[in-house]
DNA sequence: TCATCACCTGGAGA
DNA sequence: ATCTCCAGGTGAT
């Protein structure tokens, strides 16, 4: 019997939370920062090359937040397909120009392009017995070309890698504090920031910043809420949510899923990608 | 306020 | 081969 505490590594990794991982044999190799890390699931271990803290969530009282979220059959379900799937507490700096570059981009775009920024910019580290390259440094970024960053492949989004990590540099944009923020001024401070809008803005707060309310509606969240919560929400329809509507359907959404949205919306997601065999890291 | 459209790039399918 | 369309959106008009 697998207690509900118990993280999966495989699962949580291939959330789409996460880009810059690597399985190498029985191990999961990432970027986190500066830091490199390496998971193992059995024997469960995880080992950082610096200070990491609380990557893997432990202090979440997952007995509390499943049993809170699983309001209906759907998110049951979800749950129960995917055990051990957590939310994991990334970089803010990493997470925020990961999701910039997430922008009508495939999962396998944005791990390409996030790689080419680390081969780039970031610093080579040697770890156990592997050697990888770092998240570029806040300040790195901030003062690259635009020819370096178009190099990386990022296209439309190297000027908005730019602008973002010059933010970022000059204090605008301020993590620490923005943490210790309540969920709309977090999200309204990150939207001024040219290539953030409300699902990047989401992304970024439920998956570095503690906002676990945060429940971002792309594509498939917005396919989901079709398929399974189509009375509950009657506003959703297959056309793009607009600016004005994805603000009002994000409080429907937290008055029913409840203040752990950010987990539902994950264990959701992960179901309906899955079903529909779409692949991962 | 809302609808349309362009945008870099790589990969899949015709 | 070459083209078209799409991929976990956003910003300009």
Redesign the pocket.
């Known amino acids: 019997m697998q207690k509900t505490d118990a993280i999966n590594i495989e699962i949580t990794i291939n959330?789409?939370?996460v880009f810059l991982w690597n399985k190498i044999e029985e191990q999961w190799l990432g970027v986190n920062g500066q830091d490199v890390l390496i998971l193992r699931q059995s024997p469960f271990s995880l080992k950082s090359s610096g200070s990491i803290d609380n990557f893997l969530r432990k202090d979440d009282d997952l007995n509390k937040i499943l049993k809170n979220i699983s309001i209906d059959k759907t998110v049951g379900e979800a749950v129960k397909q995917s055990p051990g799937l957590r939310l994991i507490r990334q970089d803010p700096f990493q997470c925020y120009i990961s999701?910039?570059c997430?922008?009508?981009?495939?999962?396998?775009?944005?791990k390409?392009?996030l790689e080419n920024l680390c081969r780039k910019f970031g610093t080579k580290k040697e770890f156990e017995v592997h050697e990888l390259h770092t998240f570029p440094k806040v300040e790195t970024l901030a003062n690259a070309t635009m020819k370096e960053l178009?190099d990386c492949?990022?296209?439309?989004?190297?000027?908005?890698v730019k602008k973002a990590a010059e933010a970022v540099n000059s204090n605008k944009i301020n993590f620490k504090d923005l943490q210790k923020a309540d969920y709309q001024t977090t999200i309204r401070s990150l939207?001024e920031?040219?290539?953030?809008?409300?699902?990047?803005?989401?992304?970024i707060a439920l998956?570095s910043l503690d906002k676990m309310e945060a429940f971002?509606i792309?594509?498939?969240t917005q396919r989901i809420l079709l398929k399974y919560y189509k009375k509950k929400f009657s506003n959703i329809t297959e056309?793009?949510v607009?600016?004005?509507?994805?603000e009002k359907l994000h409080d429907e959404i937290v008055e029913y899923f409840g203040p752990y949205a950010g987990y539902s919306q994950q264990f959701l997601?992960k179901m309906e990608?899955d079903l529909n065999k779409?692949s991962?890291l």
């Open positions: 959330s789409g939370q999701f910039i997430s922008s009508n981009s495939s999962i396998q775009n944005i390409f392009m178009l492949k990022l296209g439309f989004r190297a000027k908005y939207k920031i040219l290539g953030i809008g409300n699902k990047v803005a989401d992304c998956f971002p792309d594509r498939w056309k793009p607009t600016e004005k509507k994805y997601f990608r779409k991962w």
